[in-house]
Structure formats: structure tokens, C-alpha cells
């Protein structure tokens, strides 16, 4: 729980709605240090999804003695009630969070400039929250269809809202370090699955029935603690009034043109070559990684196997020697997700020095280095250089995700920053569907063609790596908007009258001045130990490497 001193009350406080913007102006107590432990109880939550592979297997397994559904297509499994799940139709539902986050976001991202932090956060809590518990009454009901409307697409619409929802509202909070504030959230998408996914192996083993795992009251029970955490943090959100600046801190001249001190509307931004170069920027990323993330695991033991224990041929291993090669391969994968959530934090703060542009020119051409280092390290044998290598590319895969909000707010400025970010997530949703569809046909394309398992990757590296090449060249492109572009003063006033801000008696210049504190402490100790503990985790998994 995150809970924060005072706020003042606009004029109108009788009448405003306790979740309503007006009622979240910081007062004069308030300490911006309290806004980014608010963000990560509503991304350590939404993160979850990540951890979603967990529930693949147990759901394949929820009927004893029951065929598989193997024989059905995907659509018949929706309404199946006899036969068990295929593991590849329950995975479709990580597709479902993904397209769902993206179009949640895009079409709601003006709506929440409007509504504030504090309403956004509470009904995203009901969305994922609410959307976990209704697949896990569809789980005991066997009724997947019903898995898919409330884990898939209600869940995904509380993702969508819940990732956007703190972007904008941090990055007014740190003007003097934009990429540091949106890495703290971000990160917290990226750390969620490994707080959620022990503890749902956890939940599932504490409600099984013999071998079946509770899969269904787990989802309902973690539904119900993720709401809590997430209408916490909700609660926790303050907006800064309008004009407010940290103390001592003065706006650096403007030597960068990349960044702007104008505005630019929703409504103009999207319609901007800007906004669809950082589109193609973020889909190449995001595909890019994908690909490695979804096939780390298996290249891993497929590409180096037998040679991981210093054994020659695959056919003499024992049981044990092929379970120690599947650990090693697990740590692998706990391994690359603590740097795709650490990554987040540490290349969005050094985007604050190296600027936005630079740290994607960075991305990409260390990323296509790597990436077409990855099969000469499996062809050589070197284990752990190809682990660095992975862990590398996780870092800036999740370093793309928490920079480009502030990217987007150096050229479009911070008035609608969360609303054009949303829009931008489109990419993500695409990215998310192509990028795995695109892995698995290659791979078995490669496979039908005789192509050896351990090679089967090489190729499909190489087509990642020019994928990053696209992206570079569509950075390289991104250009100052035009003056055109920028909102007039009356639009800019227009604009933050439908935030309520007109209305504020706080004096800008006092608001916000309170110390850090008890409160502080406890916010951040509420949402840092449990991160602390999934890092604990993740590095105990990764041990088996070693």
C-alpha cells in the first residue's frame, strides 16, 4: 500500500468525485518521491503477465483421464468442456494481453490526460484484477472462452491503462530527469513476473486436488491482491500543479532542438513523420527482442546441450545430466529477466546524459553486433559469452520500453505525453503477434528443410539483426517537429482546462516542499522489498549456470 500526505482540494471539492483529477493536486507537504513507488504497486502487478507461462502446462492438465483437445481447432477448444486444453491454444492469451494493451492505450490515452492518474489506476485495478478472476472462474468452469474474455481481453485493457497510466503524471513530477522517473515504473513491468510467477507455482501447488494444480483459485486469489496493490498505488498518485518545478532547479538553454519546450496535441502528434519513425523504432526493438526472449531457452540447450556438462554426444546422457541442462537453461531464462527489468532503469537514467536519439543509436547498432555474434558463440562453444551477450540484448529490450516516453516528451513536449505514449503502444501490440509468429515459422521452416537444430537459429538472428538496421535507420530520421505543430497558447489553455487545473488556489511555487520521511520509507519499502525478493529469486534460478 502506498499511502501519501495531502492534496489540495479544488473550489469545487464538495462536489468533485474522490477519484476525480482535481482532487489529486499535491499540496504543499507532498514530496515527488512518493509518485514513482505509486507507479511500481501498479506496474509490479500489471507485469504479471510476463509470468504468465506458468499457468501453460497446469492448464493443459485441468481434467484427470480426459483426451487431449488436440484434435479440435482452436475455436471448438473455446467452448470445450471434455477434453483438456492444447498448451498452444491457453498461449494465445499472452497474444490477447499484448494486442489488448496497445489498443487500450491507444484509444483511452486522451481520456486518462483528462481523468487524471487516479481514476485510470483505479479502473485499470478492476481490469486486471477483475479480468484475473473471471479466467479463473472460466477455469473452474472449463470454459475457455471465458479465460480469454477475462484474462485476455478485460486483462489486457487493465494492462493497457495500467502501463500508461504514471507516464505522464512522473514525467511532470522529474522534468530534470524524465528518463529516470518513467524507468522507475517501467522496470516494475518488467520485475513483475519475477515477484508473480513463484508465487503462482506457489498458490497452484497450495490448492491443488492430487495432480491437478488450482489454477483457477489462484487466479482469483492473485486478482484480489493485485487489486488491492493496485488501487493503493492509484491512491497514491499526485499531479503536480500546473507551472511547478523542482526546487533550485531552472530549465537548461535550449542547446538540443530534439528537445522541445512547446506542446503537441494528440490529435497532431500521430499525424507527425515523428511519431511514425519512433513507431518503426519501437516495433524493431520490441520485435527484435521478442524474438530472443522467445527463443533463449531452447537455443540455449539445443545450440550448446551435451556440451554445457563437457559431454561430447547427446545420446550419452543420463536423466540427471539432461534435468542439470534444463535447470542451467531455467536460470537462463530468470537470468535475462532480471536484466530486461533492470535494463529499464539503469538505460533510461543514462538516456538523461546521452540523450534519447543517442541511446537508440546505441541500441541498435551494439544489438546487431550482438545479435550476429550469437551463432559464431554457439558454433565456438562459448557458453558464457553467449549468456553476456543474451543478457545484453534483454537490457536494452527493456531499455527501449522505458525510454521512449521520454523520447516521446522531447518532441512532442509533456502536456500529452501518457495520451501520445498510448497511441505509440501500438507498436508493442504488433510487435507482440508478428514477433512470435515470425520466430516459430522460421524455425520450422528451417526444421522441415532439413536444417539441424542447432543451426535452425542462426538464420533467424541474422533476420533480427536487420530488423534492428530498419529501426536505426528510421532513429537516425527522427527530426525537431515543425513550429506548425505546436499548440497555440489559447490551445494550450483550452487544453489544460479539461484537466481541471484552472481551478487549482495551491501556490506553484510552495506546492510540493514536504521532506521524504516515515511516509516515504514506508511507501518504498512496501513495493522495494518484494522487487528485492524476485531479484533473490531470479538470481538463485541463475545460479544453476554457474
Same mark, same amino acid.
Given at each position: 500500500?502506498?499511502?501519501?500526505?495531502?492534496?489540495?482540494?479544488?473550489?469545487?471539492?464538495?462536489?468533485?468525485?474522490?477519484?476525480?483529477?482535481?482532487?489529486?493536486?499535491?499540496?504543499?507537504?507532498?514530496?515527488? &518521491?512518493?509518485?514513482?513507488?505509486?507507479?511500481?504497486?501498479?506496474?509490479?502487478?500489471?507485469?504479471? +503477465?510476463?509470468?504468465?507461462?506458468?499457468?501453460?502446462?497446469?492448464?493443459?492438465?485441468?481434467?484427470?483421464?480426459?483426451?487431449?483437445?488436440?484434435?479440435?481447432?482452436?475455436?471448438?477448444?473455446?467452448?470445450?468442456?471434455?477434453?483438456?486444453?492444447?498448451?498452444?491454444?491457453?498461449?494465445? =492469451?499472452?497474444?490477447?494481453?499484448?494486442?489488448?494493451?496497445?489498443?487500450?492505450?491507444?484509444?483511452?490515452?486522451?481520456?486518462?490526460?483528462?481523468?487524471?492518474?487516479?481514476?485510470?489506476?483505479?479502473?485499470?485495478?478492476?481490469?486486471?484484477?477483475?479480468?484475473?478472476?473471471?479466467?479463473?472462474?472460466?477455469?473452474?468452469?472449463?470454459?475457455?472462452?471465458?479465460?480469454?474474455?477475462?484474462?485476455?481481453?478485460?486483462?489486457? =485493457?487493465?494492462?493497457? /491503462?495500467?502501463?500508461?497510466?504514471?507516464?505522464?503524471?512522473?514525467?511532470?513530477?522529474?522534468?530534470?530527469?524524465?528518463?529516470?522517473?518513467?524507468?522507475?515504473?517501467?522496470?516494475?513491468?518488467?520485475?513483475?513476473?519475477?515477484?508473480?510467477?513463484?508465487?503462482?507455482?506457489?498458490?497452484?501447488?497450495?490448492?491443488?486436488?492430487?495432480?491437478?494444480?488450482?489454477?483457477?483459485?489462484?487466479?482469483?486469489?492473485?486478482?484480489?491482491?493485485?487489486?488491492?496493490?493496485?488501487?493503493?498505488?492509484?491512491?497514491?498518485?499526485?499531479?503536480?500543479?500546473?507551472?511547478?518545478?523542482? /526546487?533550485?532547479?531552472?530549465?537548461?538553454?535550449?542547446?538540443?532542438?530534439?528537445?522541445?519546450?512547446?506542446?503537441?496535441?494528440?490529435?497532431?502528434?500521430?499525424?507527425?513523420?515523428?511519431?511514425?519513425?519512433?513507431?518503426?523504432?519501437?516495433?524493431?526493438?520490441?520485435?527484435?527482442?521478442?524474438?530472443?526472449?522467445?527463443?533463449?531457452?531452447?537455443?540455449?540447450?539445443?545450440?550448446?546441450?551435451?556440451?554445457?556438462?563437457?559431454?561430447?554426444? +547427446?545420446?550419452?546422457?543420463?536423466? #540427471?545430466?539432461? #534435468?542439470?541442462?534444463?535447470?542451467? +537453461?531455467?536460470?537462463?531464462?530468470?537470468?535475462?529477466?532480471?536484466?530486461?527489468?533492470?535494463?529499464?532503469?539503469?538505460?533510461?537514467?543514462?538516456?538523461?546524459?546521452?540523450?534519447?536519439?543517442?541511446?537508440?543509436?546505441?541500441?541498435?547498432?551494439?544489438?546487431?553486433?550482438?545479435?550476429?555474434?550469437?551463432?559464431? /558463440?554457439?558454433?565456438?562453444?562459448?557458453?558464457?559469452?553467449?549468456?553476456?551477450?543474451?543478457?545484453?540484448?534483454?537490457?536494452?529490450?527493456?531499455?527501449?520500453?522505458?525510454?521512449?516516453?521520454?523520447?516521446? +516528451?522531447?518532441?512532442?513536449?509533456?502536456?500529452?505525453?501518457?495520451?501520445?505514449?498510448?497511441?505509440?503502444?501500438?507498436?508493442?501490440?504488433?510487435?507482440?503477434?508478428?514477433?512470435?509468429?515470425?520466430?516459430?515459422?522460421?524455425?520450422?521452416?528451417?526444421?522441415?528443410?532439413?536444417? #539441424?537444430?542447432?543451426?535452425?537459429?542462426?538464420?533467424?538472428?541474422?533476420?533480427?539483426?536487420?530488423?534492428?538496421?530498419?529501426?536505426?535507420?528510421?532513429?537516425?530520421?527522427?527530426?525537431?517537429?515543425?513550429?506548425?505543430?505546436?499548440?497555440?497558447?489559447?490551445?494550450?489553455?483550452?487544453?489544460?482546462?479539461?484537466?481541471?487545473?484552472?481551478?487549482?488556489?495551491?501556490?506553484?511555487?510552495?506546492?510540493?516542499?514536504?521532506?521524504?520521511?516515515?511516509?516515504?520509507?514506508?511507501? &518504498? #519499502?512496501?513495493?522495494?522489498?518484494?522487487?528485492?525478493?524476485?531479484?533473490?529469486?531470479?538470481?538463485?534460478?541463475?545460479?544453476?549456470?554457474?
Amino acid at each position: 500500500m502506498t499511502v501519501v500526505p495531502e492534496s489540495v482540494p479544488a473550489s469545487g471539492g464538495a462536489t468533485s468525485g474522490l477519484l476525480a483529477r482535481e482532487r489529486t493536486i499535491a499540496g504543499p507537504r507532498f514530496n515527488r &518521491w512518493f509518485v514513482p513507488p505509486a507507479a511500481l504497486a501498479i506496474h509490479l502487478c500489471i507485469g504479471m +503477465a510476463y509470468g504468465f507461462s506458468v499457468f501453460w502446462l497446469p492448464m493443459s492438465k485441468l481434467v484427470p483421464g480426459a483426451p487431449s483437445c488436440e484434435s479440435l481447432g482452436f475455436f471448438a477448444q473455446l467452448f470445450a468442456a471434455s477434453c483438456n486444453w492444447t498448451v498452444p491454444a491457453v498461449t494465445h =492469451i499472452f497474444e490477447t494481453f499484448i494486442a489488448m494493451l496497445g489498443i487500450s492505450a491507444a484509444i483511452w490515452g486522451g481520456w486518462l490526460e483528462h481523468a487524471g492518474p487516479r481514476k485510470a489506476g483505479f479502473i485499470a485495478a478492476l481490469c486486471w484484477g477483475g479480468g484475473l478472476v473471471i479466467g479463473g472462474i472460466g477455469v473452474s468452469m472449463h470454459q475457455l472462452w471465458l479465460v480469454f474474455l477475462g484474462c485476455g481481453v478485460l486483462g489486457g =485493457i487493465g494492462l493497457g /491503462l495500467g502501463y500508461i497510466t504514471p507516464v505522464s503524471t512522473l514525467i511532470k513530477w522529474f522534468p530534470d530527469r524524465r528518463g529516470l522517473a518513467t524507468g522507475f515504473a517501467i522496470m516494475g513491468f518488467g520485475g513483475g513476473a519475477m515477484i508473480g510467477a513463484p508465487i503462482a507455482v506457489a498458490l497452484m501447488a497450495r490448492f491443488a486436488h492430487g495432480e491437478v494444480a488450482g489454477v483457477a483459485s489462484t487466479l482469483m486469489v492473485m486478482g484480489i491482491l493485485y487489486f488491492i496493490a493496485m488501487v493503493a498505488g492509484a491512491f497514491g498518485f499526485r499531479v503536480p500543479p500546473t507551472g511547478w518545478k523542482p /526546487l533550485g532547479w531552472t530549465p537548461p538553454p535550449a542547446t538540443n532542438t530534439l528537445i522541445t519546450t512547446k506542446h503537441v496535441h494528440l490529435n497532431v502528434a500521430w499525424k507527425t513523420p515523428q511519431f511514425w519513425m519512433l513507431w518503426i523504432v519501437l516495433c524493431m526493438n520490441v520485435t527484435a527482442g521478442i524474438g530472443v526472449l522467445a527463443m533463449a531457452s531452447p537455443m540455449f540447450q539445443e545450440v550448446f546441450g551435451a556440451r554445457l556438462l563437457g559431454v561430447t554426444t +547427446a545420446t550419452a546422457l543420463t536423466v #540427471a545430466q539432461k #534435468a542439470s541442462i534444463a535447470a542451467a +537453461a531455467a536460470g537462463l531464462v530468470g537470468l535475462i529477466s532480471l536484466f530486461n527489468s533492470l535494463g529499464r532503469i539503469l538505460w533510461a537514467s543514462a538516456s538523461d546524459f546521452l540523450g534519447r536519439k543517442n541511446t537508440y543509436v546505441v541500441f541498435f547498432v551494439l544489438g546487431i553486433l550482438l545479435y550476429c555474434s550469437l551463432p559464431s /558463440l554457439g558454433h565456438m562453444g562459448l557458453a558464457g559469452v553467449f549468456i553476456i551477450a543474451v543478457c545484453v540484448i534483454l537490457s536494452m529490450y527493456g531499455g527501449g520500453f522505458s525510454t521512449v516516453p521520454a523520447y516521446l +516528451a522531447d518532441i512532442f513536449g509533456t502536456q500529452m505525453v501518457g495520451a501520445i505514449h498510448g497511441r505509440l503502444l501500438t507498436a508493442w501490440s504488433v510487435a507482440g503477434v508478428i514477433g512470435p509468429f515470425l520466430i516459430a515459422a522460421l524455425r520450422q521452416a528451417q526444421l522441415d528443410a532439413g536444417v #539441424a537444430k542447432n543451426l535452425v537459429y542462426d538464420r533467424t538472428l541474422y533476420i533480427l539483426a536487420a530488423l534492428l538496421l530498419i529501426g536505426l535507420i528510421a532513429n537516425l530520421m527522427v527530426r525537431p517537429v515543425k513550429e506548425a505543430h505546436h499548440m497555440t497558447d489559447e490551445e494550450l489553455a483550452r487544453e489544460r482546462s479539461l484537466q481541471h487545473e484552472a481551478h487549482v488556489t495551491a501556490n506553484v511555487d510552495q506546492a510540493a516542499r514536504g521532506g521524504f520521511g516515515i511516509v516515504g520509507v514506508i511507501a &518504498w #519499502a512496501l513495493v522495494g522489498i518484494p522487487f528485492l525478493i524476485g531479484v533473490w529469486i531470479a538470481l538463485s534460478k541463475a545460479a544453476a549456470l554457474f
